[in-house]
């Protein structure tokens, strides 16, 4: 066992780990990155199949980053953005609010999503109380969605299991239908969509006046790469404003190249009133987060009598090193054409799925666009037998990893309202990559169908 492995299984508490794989001799060890690859500690090879956690946008290993990151260190490594502003900080939201949709041009700096999202929920009842409607405090989303893990996120958030262990959370939450399985029916409308009318009921039980935000993502991540019908993100738009109800994309995941796009909500023809985004941002390099506000809003609550600030704050929001990181990243994001490398390979991306479909009875159907996309998993897809729980279970906890860790694999296998496994490859990924990310997929999945059909 090596000297990490033991010092982690001894002192390093997990996140989302079962302790049964934690205490596993074979717990993996990374040790260093390169492009869309990973290394552990005995020199072996692993593709990035998830890009970490959606993050490493601009792959592994680069020098510029890290550069950019030990210049900003010596000249100014802390200050905040209280009372005060850094040239790091002012830079990094002015080039996030170029690249934003429509008027979101104020830009309020955390630390990661779950942060993001807690800040969005903040300003969205600040902004309502400034406005004198103080009883504007809930919030809707979608089912299955998943918002965070903060207290406040975590209510947002709409997965069970993850918010059970943490007994009564913030009150005020309702949850609509995601659009899993959705079509716009034929002759008509986005507005016709059973989630969008459910949603309008919930409103209507609620009370619009007692409603501060919608949330949800562009794609929605839990659940399985949720692609929106068509029409549905201008639908979603046009019920918030006639409700008079703030609209937030949660972008963490969907901004910065991951749908092909600076952000999702681009690429479905609407602008929220706020983005929620950190991921790839920096592409892991450091942590960084926040939530982009339309100016008039921001504006609004700071000229509130009442208000006059937003009254919330992180020591580490806007921090002169994770800024220097995001703006040499998404200057590389830009000059290297990455989102059109995305855009480019994203119908091969998409061939290749099929081929798998044509070639796997275990494999029902994949979801996604740009470089996320979902894999869901059955028991027979020509007689339609869905999985058991047991079946479900074993497959992600076992007979999955075990074929990742054969064919050099990391992703992620999900088990989110259906058994599934996320493919979200760096956005650097070419033609080469992604067939040896199809070989390693195509492997797992044999490994599937000889689990269920032996």
Same mark, same amino acid.
Request: aromatic residues 8%; hydrophobic residues 40%; glycine residues 10%.
């Given at each position: 066992?090596?000297?990490?492995?033991?010092?982690?299984q001894?002192?390093?508490f997990?996140?989302f780990?079962?302790?049964?794989?934690?205490k596993?001799?074979?717990l993996?060890?990374i040790?260093r990155?390169?492009g869309?690859?990973?290394?552990d500690?005995?020199?072996r090879?692993?593709?990035?199949g998830l890009?970490g956690?959606f993050c490493v946008n601009?792959?592994?290993?680069?020098s510029d980053?890290?550069a950019?990151a030990?210049?900003q260190?010596?000249?100014l490594a802390?200050w905040?953005?209280?009372?005060?502003a850094?040239?790091?900080?002012?830079d990094?939201?002015?080039?996030i609010a170029?690249?934003?949709?429509?008027?979101l041009?104020?830009?309020?700096?955390?630390?990661s999503?779950?942060e993001a999202v807690?800040s969005a929920?903040k300003?969205?009842r600040q902004y309502?109380?400034?406005?004198?409607?103080?009883?504007r405090?809930?919030i809707?989303?979608?089912d299955m969605a998943?918002?965070?893990?903060?207290?406040?996120a975590?209510?947002v958030?709409a997965i069970p299991?993850?918010?059970e262990?943490?007994?009564?959370l913030?009150?005020g939450i309702?949850?609509?239908?995601?659009t899993?399985g959705?079509?716009?029916?034929?002759?008509? $409308? =986005?507005?016709?969509?059973?989630? !969008?009318k #459910? /949603?309008v009921?919930?409103?209507?039980?609620e009370g619009p006046q007692?409603?501060?935000?919608?949330f949800?993502?562009?794609?929605?991540n839990?659940?399985?790469?949720?692609?929106?019908?068509?029409?549905y993100?201008?639908?979603?738009?046009?019920?918030?404003?006639?409700?008079?109800i703030?609209?937030?994309?949660?972008e963490v995941?969907c901004?910065?190249?991951r749908?092909?796009?600076?952000?999702?909500?681009a690429?479905y023809d609407?602008?929220?009133?706020?983005?929620?985004?950190?991921?790839?941002?920096t592409?892991?390099?450091?942590p960084?987060?926040?939530?982009?506000?339309r100016?008039p809003?921001?504006?609004?609550l700071l000229?509130?009598?009442s208000?006059?600030?937003f009254?919330?704050?992180?020591?580490?929001?806007?921090?002169p090193v994770? $800024? =220097?990181v995001?703006l040499t990243? !998404?200057? #590389? /994001?830009?000059?290297?054409?990455?989102?059109?490398?995305?855009?480019?390979?994203?119908?091969?991306?998409?061939?290749?799925?099929?081929?798998l479909?044509d070639?796997?009875?275990?494999l029902?159907?994949w979801r996604?666009t740009?470089?996320?996309y979902a894999?869901?998993?059955t028991?027979?897809?020509a007689?339609?037998?869905?999985l058991?729980?047991?079946?479900g279970g074993?497959?992600?906890r076992?007979v999955m990893?075990?074929?990742?860790?054969d064919v050099?694999l990391i992703?992620r296998p999900?088990d989110?309202g259906a058994?599934?496994l996320?493919l979200?490859?760096?956005?650097?990924?070419d033609?080469?990559?992604?067939?040896d990310?199809f070989?390693?997929?195509d492997a797992?999945?044999?490994?599937?169908d000889?689990y269920?059909?032996p």
């Amino acid at each position: 066992m090596s000297d990490t492995r033991a010092l982690a299984q001894r002192h390093l508490f997990p996140h989302f780990t079962r302790g049964q794989a934690w205490k596993d001799e074979g717990l993996p060890i990374i040790e260093r990155g390169e492009g869309c690859y990973l290394y552990d500690d005995t020199g072996r090879r692993f593709l990035d199949g998830l890009a970490g956690l959606f993050c490493v946008n601009i792959g592994h290993g680069r020098s510029d980053i890290p550069a950019a990151a030990a210049k900003q260190m010596e000249k100014l490594a802390y200050w905040t953005n209280w009372s005060a502003a850094h040239p790091m900080a002012a830079d990094a939201a002015a080039t996030i609010a170029r690249r934003a949709p429509g008027d979101l041009d104020t830009v309020f700096f955390v630390n990661s999503g779950s942060e993001a999202v807690e800040s969005a929920v903040k300003f969205a009842r600040q902004y309502w109380r400034s406005q004198g409607q103080p009883e504007r405090t809930k919030i809707l989303s979608r089912d299955m969605a998943y918002h965070g893990t903060t207290l406040g996120a975590l209510a947002v958030t709409a997965i069970p299991k993850y918010k059970e262990p943490f007994g009564p959370l913030m009150p005020g939450i309702r949850h609509f239908p995601n659009t899993l399985g959705e079509q716009v029916p034929e002759g008509g $409308t =986005a507005a016709d969509l059973p989630s !969008l009318k #459910a /949603l309008v009921d919930i409103i209507e039980e609620e009370g619009p006046q007692t409603i501060a935000a919608i949330f949800a993502e562009p794609v929605q991540n839990s659940r399985g790469a949720l692609v929106p019908p068509e029409g549905y993100w201008p639908e979603l738009r046009a019920i918030a404003d006639r409700y008079g109800i703030l609209l937030v994309a949660d972008e963490v995941i969907c901004a910065y190249g991951r749908l092909g796009e600076w952000f999702g909500s681009a690429k479905y023809d609407v602008v929220p009133d706020l983005i929620t985004f950190a991921k790839g941002s920096t592409s892991g390099y450091a942590p960084l987060g926040g939530v982009l506000i339309r100016q008039p809003l921001a504006a609004a609550l700071l000229d509130s009598p009442s208000a006059g600030m937003f009254t919330h704050g992180a020591t580490w929001g806007g921090h002169p090193v994770s $800024t =220097a990181v995001a703006l040499t990243n !998404l200057g #590389a /994001l830009a000059e290297e054409q990455v989102l059109e490398n995305v855009r480019a390979n994203e119908p091969y991306f998409q061939q290749q799925l099929d081929r798998l479909v044509d070639a796997h009875p275990t494999l029902g159907e994949w979801r996604g666009t740009g470089y996320f996309y979902a894999l869901e998993l059955t028991g027979d897809s020509a007689s339609g037998r869905q999985l058991t729980a047991e079946e479900g279970g074993a497959l992600v906890r076992e007979v999955m990893p075990k074929a990742m860790r054969d064919v050099g694999l990391i992703t992620r296998p999900d088990d989110r309202g259906a058994t599934m496994l996320m493919l979200s490859p760096p956005l650097i990924a070419d033609r080469e990559v992604l067939d040896d990310l199809f070989h390693c997929v195509d492997a797992v999945l044999t490994a599937t169908d000889h689990y269920i059909r032996p």
